[in-house]
């Protein structure tokens, strides 16, 4: 097959391909990082390029207007070497860091009455062996395991390639008292016990001596670390980080995608691995300084959603996204790091919260512990809108649950000039009732780029609220104002002229746009009315409603009432809980009862697939308006817009 | 630190390193194999190099004379870089492969009655699952691990990331029906089971298709692997190869002393780990074709000396060489090949058969159960001599051994023109009892080039019967022959003229080989005495003698009872068995029951510390003669002189 010189203008050095390469995978080798939101299935329209020479067959075109195709644009994840090339990369969207600490950081207390003796599975034992001699030449392995029976009550431990490398130098250094560190597992069966032996070291360890530990949250967006100290209970560091996945896809979708290309599964695990070693160091050096290294970290507690967890062991994440939808697996056995590939202690022990389904993973389970729900008399609804939107109905006797593919419209994604919640972006919005003239909040107050996820709802409960959209979503021409106008996606409304914007030009919300809001609002309004008729209750009789997931923390309740995302009660039922996932799995590396309810948890939620559903599609289309077809499920709403037609 | 440029002659590049780098490093750094068979001690002297020119520093000229000296030859691992230097290399010492098929292949018969489904760990379970639906959303693992439970009667089976990677597609690639490889382990409670799930393939397997495991000997010397069909039985291919490690020291104790280099360790293991996946390549090509591969392979047995196996898993071994000499794990834990870095199937079982001691190996097991003196009724002694000398004594009833350090003189080490049993190695010597000429036979019918062990033995004992050494291994300069002569390491016999030989020199063995032969027979000897004291059984009892090891097949036992390294007993009691250590690796890997029996004899054997032994050391000295001090406990030798002397 013939061989084409591609040249990026922005690479050291041009790359030598095979006809039919891929220019994403072009640049891929030339050393550049191009971003491909939708995980290069040609539909985001971010990986543009422009062929300055040479010859290249577009697959697609699909957001690119026919002037910038002749101009040379074309989709890196669509296009095809066909010849000698050269070709002009734009600058790649930058993702600003939002999460910077003051506004992550929660307020965690340790649980009342935690004590390590008693919950915690990790535990230090102290040994002390007899030195072998000529009459005794017993070997180092049988001499330690019989200590740790013998000392320690703890017989049948395994012992691991990595314990068998360093015992004998460990034995001898600590001049034969050592401390082994272990971890204890009680099986399903409640009487026999698991070890797994974590580390040996030299010389008697206290219990006074902080021993480490850390929950952490893969999120599709954003990965969240805690650094806990396992002996106190308290968490020492928190830190986030964007996951690095997300230049090769935005939501699950997308990255399961990519997953499936030749080597797209270990390119992702590298990512996301990179991304938490970066965040174990940063914590380490925040809690310890330069005395603690995250190879004194023994345990680790991972939640989040199960396409992230498949992703992170590179486990083919395919059957997810396929009929009849189903994971490979829902609990992941206990591991050990080295296995993992983990960069904390070698022998350290990773645990994996339990999901319940496809599209309710870890998370979710994670998430419904550290709500309380499962333990509530309330009726209660539980809500994370992350990248998806996972419901959960229940109280402590019954539970169901269910996902929407709401899509990442309230991310930012599918929607024109929409962007992730960072620098630039507005977030809230204030609609003047009668010259239709918009007010706005930017994050970072600089001028904006676009709208992220909490500023659409705000833009589109104001525009319905003030008759600038109907009921259905439709922009009102006849409102003589310029904001509305005919674009090339349809009727659009000017949020922002392009002399008040960063990049010069007018921010918009299209029809088109408005459309794929409706949709995912309706299809999270849809799911709570399946769940809440799947057990014959009212969604009227929710007695209170957790939002978890960072999403929340920025969310306008009356907003999100307005346009029929949150279902219509009196304000003081909505609680936002901020990263319930992190917290559960928190309370999960500290208390074996905790880990233990999780699981329990996971095996009594219902899972109610929604495609397969016959009520969901009917409860969808009902909810297709602002903020439903039934007004008088939304009271306040209808009393408000009565109060504005009466101004 | 300064760093200096060191150029060799046989690299392509130069190399940078820092004042005080050995040039052996430096030379490696450079991608140069220079042979270090004492490990790098500076005493065998073949890592020989010449300075060109520019300043090193010789720690040690041991075995240069102060002539090469000054012509600027050094040892490399003896001499450190201080400046920029020029280096010539001489051309190392090939190992010629003398392990062919036809001399290795032993003539092995499928034990009898073998009966793979009552006697193999290793079984195929082929399971049929319920294809998941949207009514039965179930993740794959948890449907496997049901089929498993109910279909093949195996719960709580752990399963591994590796096969958490592929159940996926294997599930659906075999629609659903598929052949899981388990390996069931009887615990030592006798009633509970662990269960390895090796693999899981697509399609019921049935059980006629061959299954495929190996047996692994690590030698000092020789790395021997069996490759078998476990469902037959059958051994389909048998090969050897020299263990990579030679050139990083010849015996145990110079490996031990090279792991403890920096990344020693770790460059040892690389090597046998070479040369085993060689071996695994070239047994797979010979018995399957193309077809076979080393992944096919599901169960490994190694057998081996401590030293041999802590190498292998780069555990290190530096408390086998110390007092009081243990080893880290004398059994060693079933194991993953994934774990092992074994290029098998990854979830292959890799078994470890158990050793007694430092020096009392799990070859010396494998060896003791192969020969069946551990249930044999009459008085045996098995000796296997490799590198090292062990020896076992016993009945069914009891069994006593102990480990010689007789150091390599028997593989052609420490001995002046001594060589491994290569091409142009003398291998057998007879003495013209009047001219005192010898005649010999070369390996590989060439000119000779030194004196192998079996050479070197049956050199001995004709020196000692024609009366060119006395009793005590001194050369009689009386007998007006020009082949006794003095030379630098005093007298010395000539079996070589530089005219007939190789490389031009003569071949000689002096008096200090003498010596170092004469203390390593009488090591041997003393360790049958005190062995055979230590049970209160006089040695001449031994009703049988089993001699391992592939040195055993070339050795003439008149010879090696004349210079007494064997007891003199009527010849029909000795047996060789050739490589023991490998039979007893196959008939493990076979049976669970051998296994197990193996596992027995390492507990049941009496381990006794030589240098811990107060009569040892005077049994010794009473060996440094030929055949004995006490020539009575040699009768058949007694005899021949008195036949000699009467002619």
Request: a negative charge; glycine letters at 18%.
């Given at each position: 097959m013939a061989e084409h010189l591609v040249t990026f203008d922005i690479a050291s050095e041009p790359v030598r391909v095979q006809t039919g390469t891929l220019l994403s995978e072009a640049a891929h080798q030339a050393g550049i990082d191009i971003s491909q939101p939708c995980g290069g299935q040609g539909r985001c329209g971010r990986c543009i390029v422009q062929v300055e020479s040479g010859f290249a067959r577009r697959r697609s075109t699909l957001r690119i207007s026919s002037e910038d195709v002749e101009r040379g644009y074309a989709l890196a994840c669509q296009t095809v070497v066909e010849g000698d090339l050269e070709i002009s990369v734009p600058p790649q969207e930058k993702i600003e860091r939002r999460l910077t600490t003051d506004r992550t950081v929660a307020a965690v207390s340790v649980p009342l009455g935690y004590d390590y003796q008693r919950d915690q599975t990790t535990r230090r034992v102290r040994l002390t062996l007899t030195p072998p001699s000529m009459d005794d030449q017993t070997d180092d392995l049988s001499r330690f395991t019989k200590a740790l029976r013998q000392q320690g009550g703890y017989k049948d431990v395994p012992v691991r390639l990595w314990i068998l490398k360093k015992l004998g130098s460990v034995l001898r250094e600590g001049d034969w008292r050592i401390t082994a560190i272990i971890n204890v597992r009680e099986n399903n069966d409640g009487v026999s016990q698991d070890i797994q032996l974590i580390d040996v070291l030299p010389g008697h360890i206290l219990d006074d001596a902080p021993l480490w530990g850390a929950a952490i949250d893969i999120g599709t967006t954003t990965v969240t670390l805690w650094l806990v100290d396992l002996i106190s209970g308290q968490v020492k560091a928190q830190v986030s980080e964007y996951n690095g996945q997300i230049a090769r896809g935005e939501d699950v979708i997308s990255r399961i995608v990519y997953a499936g290309k030749s080597n797209g599964g270990k390119e992702l695990k590298e990512l996301v691995q990179g991304t938490i070693h970066k965040l174990l160091e940063v914590a380490c050096k925040r809690a310890g300084g330069l005395d603690l290294l995250p190879t004194d970290i023994v345990k680790v507690t991972f939640s989040g959603n199960s396409t992230m967890l498949h992703l992170f062991l590179n486990i083919p994440p395919a059957s997810i996204r396929l009929s009849p939808f189903v994971t490979t697996v829902n609990e992941i056995p206990l591991m050990y790091a080295q296995e993992v590939g983990l960069g904390i202690n070698a022998g350290g022990v990773v645990d994996f919260l339990p999901?319940?389904?496809?599209?309710?993973?870890?998370?979710?389970?994670?998430?419904?512990?550290?709500s309380g729900m499962d333990d509530a008399d309330q009726i209660t609804l539980f809500m994370d809108v992350g990248t998806n939107g996972e419901i959960v109905l229940g109280t402590s006797e019954w539970l169901v649950t269910c996902a929407c593919s709401a899509g990442p419209a309230f991310e930012g994604a599918g929607v024109m000039d929409g962007m992730r919640a960072t620098k630039g972006a507005i977030e809230e919005v204030w609609i003047n009732g009668e010259t239709y003239v918009p007010t706005y909040r930017v994050i970072g107050e600089t001028k904006p780029r676009g709208l992220c996820g909490s500023g659409l709802i705000s833009l589109l409960a104001e525009m319905f609220m003030t008759g600038v959209v109907d009921k259905a979503g439709n922009p009102n021409k006849k409102l003589g104002t310029s904001r509305i106008r005919e674009?090339?996606?349809?009727?659009?409304?000017?949020?922002?002229?392009?002399?008040?914007?960063?990049h010069g030009e007018d921010i918009v919300i299209t029809a088109v746009d408005i459309d794929n809001l409706l949709r995912a609002k309706?299809?999270?309004?849809?799911?709570?009315r399946v769940l809440a008729d799947s057990v014959g209750v009212p969604l009227e009789m929710t007695e209170q409603m957790f939002i978890g997931g960072s999403f929340g923390k920025y969310i306008n309740v009356e907003k999100a009432v307005q346009i029929g995302l949150l279902p219509d009660m009196p304000w003081e039922r909505f609680h936002f809980l901020g990263n319930t996932s992190v917290l559960g799995g928190y309370r999960a590396l500290l208390d074996k009862n905790v880990r233990k309810a999780i699981s329990e948890i996971a095996s009594r939620m219902t899972y109610?697939?929604?495609?397969?559903d016959n009520t969901f599609y009917e409860a969808f289309m009902s909810a297709l308006f602002l903020p439903h077809t039934d007004l008088s499920t939304f009271p306040s709403v209808e009393e408000a817009l009565l109060g504005e037609s009466n101004q």
């Open positions: 999901g319940v389904a496809s599209y309710v993973g870890a998370d979710i389970t994670a998430g419904v512990f550290s674009g090339e996606h349809g009727t659009e409304y000017v949020v922002t002229w392009g002399s008040e914007s960063e309706g299809a999270i309004y849809a799911g709570y109610i697939e929604l495609s397969a």
